[in-house]
């Protein structure tokens, strides 16, 4: 199959607010260290690390909210490492972001069909009624839901309209960063079922960042192992977890608490 | 007898509405019970009622807090507040917003003791250093002097531990204490905390969203369901045959990297209906809204 992204090389150097000078600019911090590695298309790719370990980075990059140092980042056989924000314009239609809590970045004043409404408006999509009320149908929310306000959904609602606003434009590729962390084990079953659904009918090709290799276990295709701005494992899920190479996915495989009394936790 | 027992705990909002419901448990010394539910069940209320650091919204109209048989919530205001002080301390979720940044760590951990215990300054810190050694810190001295923004988020979890077990309390709320830290990092201070307690023999309530972290570090369990407890049971049982709908449940919504073609199974609306009904049975039975 053929990749979706290419990534050779992937440098990315952030400011060190936490040692800037009182005058002058902050020392460079080299987050991502020379990463390769591509997602086919129609795959689900895991992206997994601890705090600092650049994974949040990583995916802010491939959506080009940030940009890289240096380094190939090739969507559909074009480089866009250091294409300008107007050059990225028609390409922003084709690579979505969701994020931990999306509607807490949204507007609170907007109604849920609004919301949904508004990046169909900003690309210049017709019938965007049609399109809010067939992405509602695809996370499973009923229509009546288009005149409510993010305050009053739970959790996994929100969660559901943050997918179906990133869907209702039709994206080839979704970045969904810790979407399920802050949510109750029933509304992340909800949503991880969902998520799994929308890759199969409409040919999605997903990366999921995540902490939790659970979640990611369960999900995805492929695992990337994240430690410290380098990539320290990159194989088929069901191989890495049935032998994980690196001592760093070991370890975080051996940290998990299993609901078990019986689980041996070193 | 156990060192907490709660009887019949009911609190309300304001508005009449019930967000404890005949709230009924107990923690022994040296025994650690987990308090599960999913967010708005009302576990973290459980703790706050105990500390005496309710919200000011919500009321408790009814039953018992029973500490050493003595029930505070029949004390005077001022004897219930010396009694939490003396014999309770918390294990807070958010170790940044838990520590006042501008000041150094030593004396976030001394003020404590000095105040309320009486201490002198030099006995207290003495305290605090040989705590800061028991939680692993390394070079004491130096992390005293620091201030929060300078240390990672372990290292701050371990700080407040440390304040928490300094005046030797017989009982301490753990809520949610390691939601924000990194899997390896929760393992750590998960067996610093079971280690700890254990040493001191104090009894622990683990307030928690996490099944994982429960069957590791607790021998009895409460589950929550809209402020009314459906399961209370040892945590053995719990794992190999849980009682309630509504527990297994939640069980099987939990994925496990071993077992990746479980069908994680969000809670089924028919058990939500059935524990639903079980809420409003009680409502009715008690005269409540």
């Given at each position: 199959?053929?990749d979706?992204y290419?990534?050779?090389n992937?440098r ?5 607010m936490t040692r ?21 298309k ?12 650049g ?8 959506v ?5 140092s240096?380094g190939?980042i ?5 480089d ?12 922003r239609?084709r ?5 931990q809590d ?7 004043r907007?109604?849920v069909g609004?919301?949904i409404?508004?990046p ?7 019938d965007?009624?049609?399109r809010?009320g067939r ?8 229509r ?7 305050h ?12 179906a606003?990133?869907?209702?434009i039709?994206?080839?590729f979704i ?6 962390s802050g949510?109750?084990?029933s509304s ?6 969902l ?17 939790d290799l659970s979640?990611?276990?369960r999900l ?13 494992e990159?194989?088929e899920t ?8 690196a001592?760093?996915t070991?370890?975080l495989l051996?940290a998990?608490?299993l ?8 | 007898?156990?060192?907490l027992?709660i009887?019949?705990?009911t609190?309300t ?13 107990s923690?022994?010394?040296?025994e ?9 069940a009302g576990k973290?209320m459980?703790?706050?009622?105990i500390?005496g650091?309710l ?12 500490l050493d048989?003595?029930?505070l919530l029949?004390?005077?205001?001022a004897e ?7 014999s309770c301390a918390?294990i807070p979720q958010d170790?940044?917003?838990a ?11 001394t003020d404590?003791?000095?105040d309320?215990l ?5 006995n207290a810190?003495?305290r ?7 939680v692993q810190i390394?070079?004491?001295e ?13 290292m701050r979890?371990?700080?407040l ?5 300094a005046?030797?309390?017989k009982?301490i709320v753990?809520?949610e ?6 899997v390896t990092v929760q ?6 905390i079971?280690g700890m307690?254990?040493?001191h ?19 009895r ?5 809209a402020g009314m407890v459906v399961?209370?049971t040892?945590?053995r049982g ?11 449940a939640?069980?099987a919504?939990?994925?496990v ?5 479980a ?6 609306e ?5 524990v639903?009904a079980?809420?409003?049975a ?8």
């Amino acid at each position: 199959m053929a990749d979706l992204y290419t990534i050779e090389n992937l440098r990315l150097s952030l400011a060190d607010m936490t040692r800037r000078p009182l005058l002058g600019t902050a020392p460079q911090l080299e987050i991502l260290k020379g990463l390769n590695f591509s997602i086919p298309k129609g795959s689900v790719m895991g992206i997994v690390g601890g705090s600092g370990s650049g994974k949040s980075t990583l995916g802010r990059a491939m959506v080009r909210l940030l940009e890289p140092s240096s380094g190939q980042i090739r969507f559909d056989g074009q480089d866009i490492a250091h294409l300008s924000d107007r050059e990225l314009r028609p390409l922003r239609r084709r690579f979505q972001m969701i994020f931990q809590d999306p509607l807490s970045s949204l507007n609170p004043r907007h109604t849920v069909g609004t919301l949904i409404a508004e990046p169909l408006r900003l690309h210049g999509f017709d019938d965007v009624q049609g399109r809010v009320g067939r992405a509602l149908d695809h996370v499973g929310l009923p229509r009546s839901f288009l005149t409510r306000y993010p305050h009053e959904l739970s959790g996994g609602q929100r969660q559901r309209v943050g997918i179906a606003r990133a869907i209702a434009i039709e994206p080839d590729f979704i970045l969904a960063d810790e979407i399920v962390s802050g949510l109750d084990v029933s509304s992340q079953a909800q949503v991880l079922r969902l998520l799994e659904d929308l890759v199969r009918e409409l040919g999605l090709t997903l990366a999921f960042i995540s902490h939790d290799l659970s979640v990611i276990r369960r999900l995805c295709s492929r695992v990337l192992v994240l430690y410290r701005g380098e990539i320290v494992e990159n194989r088929e899920t069901a191989a890495l977890f049935a032998a994980p190479e690196a001592p760093y996915t070991r370890e975080l495989l051996s940290a998990i608490p299993l609901p078990d009394p019986d689980q041996p936790w070193g | 007898m156990s060192f907490l027992e709660i009887r019949n705990l009911t609190a309300t909002l304001s508005n009449g509405m019930p967000i404890l419901r005949d709230v009924s448990l107990s923690v022994a010394a040296a025994e650690v019970r987990g308090l599960v539910g999913e967010s708005g069940a009302g576990k973290s209320m459980i703790g706050k009622a105990i500390l005496g650091i309710l919200p000011r919204s919500v009321r408790i109209t009814r039953g018992e807090i029973r500490l050493d048989g003595t029930d505070l919530l029949a004390l005077p205001p001022a004897e219930r507040r010396r009694r939490i002080g003396q014999s309770c301390a918390l294990i807070p979720q958010d170790p940044l917003t838990a520590l006042n940044p501008s000041r150094r760590v030593g004396p976030q951990i001394t003020d404590r003791l000095v105040d309320i215990l009486g201490w002198t300054r030099s006995n207290a810190e003495a305290r605090a250093r040989d705590l800061l050694a028991e939680v692993q810190i390394p070079e004491p001295e130096r992390v005293m002097r620091s201030y929060p923004h300078e240390l990672s988020g372990g290292m701050r979890q371990r700080i407040l531990i440390a304040s928490a077990f300094a005046a030797e309390p017989k009982l301490i709320v753990a809520d949610e204490p390691t939601t924000a830290l990194d899997v390896t990092v929760q393992k750590q201070i998960l067996k610093l905390i079971a280690g700890m307690q254990a040493r001191h023999g104090t009894a622990l309530l683990f307030v928690t969203h996490d099944l994982g972290v429960v069957s590791k570090v607790c021998q009895r369990l409460s589950v929550l369901y809209a402020g009314m407890v459906v399961e209370d049971t040892d945590v053995r049982g719990f794992f190999s045959a849980p009682d309630h709908p509504y527990s297994r449940a939640l069980l099987a919504a939990t994925p496990v990297y071993t077992d990746p073609e479980a069908s994680l199974t969000p809670v089924p609306e028919a058990v939500i209906t059935a524990v639903r009904a079980e809420v409003a049975a009680a409502d009715r039975r008690a005269g409540r809204g």
